[in-house]
């Protein structure tokens, strides 16, 4: 059984810095795409990020690219993805996600991962 442990987060002023964690057990993360959506308050999942570890695919939102950067430690299975120069449209809960042989058409389609994190609020201030 695959779970997905997710840390980090906070409130943090415009501008600022964070990393979020996700702490895989059960397999290997580097087995799967392992994604990050997020989602407003009254809004659907977004896409935020996903790398394809085997093929070395990394590919970002347009509203995050430059940045946020997805990254991985296999020593400690944990996916992190760092969050730079942070602006209030950032606000969301944050979640990590694993799917396993998804094509590449469906990295950015939440309803195509099978296993998630329980999610991690994120909260810029202007």
């Known amino acids: 059984q695959v779970q997905l442990v997710q840390s980090g987060g906070g409130l943090v002023q415009a501008g600022a810095s964070l990393t979020l964690s996700c702490a895989v057990s059960g397999r290997t993360f580097s087995d799967y795409a392992m994604g990050w959506f997020r989602q407003a308050p009254g809004k659907g999942r977004e896409f935020v990020a996903v790398s394809t570890w085997t093929s070395g695919g990394t590919y970002y939102g347009d509203s995050v690219k430059a940045r946020f950067t997805i990254s991985g430690d296999s020593a400690k299975n944990t996916v992190y993805l760092r969050l730079n120069n942070l602006k209030p449209e950032d606000t969301a809960v944050y979640y990590c996600?694993?799917?396993?042989?998804?094509?590449?058409?469906?990295?950015?389609?939440?309803?195509?991962?099978?296993?998630w994190g329980q999610g991690t609020q994120v909260t810029v201030s202007s």
């Open positions: 996600a694993a799917g396993p042989k998804l094509y590449f058409t469906e990295l950015f389609y939440p309803d195509k991962y099978n296993y």
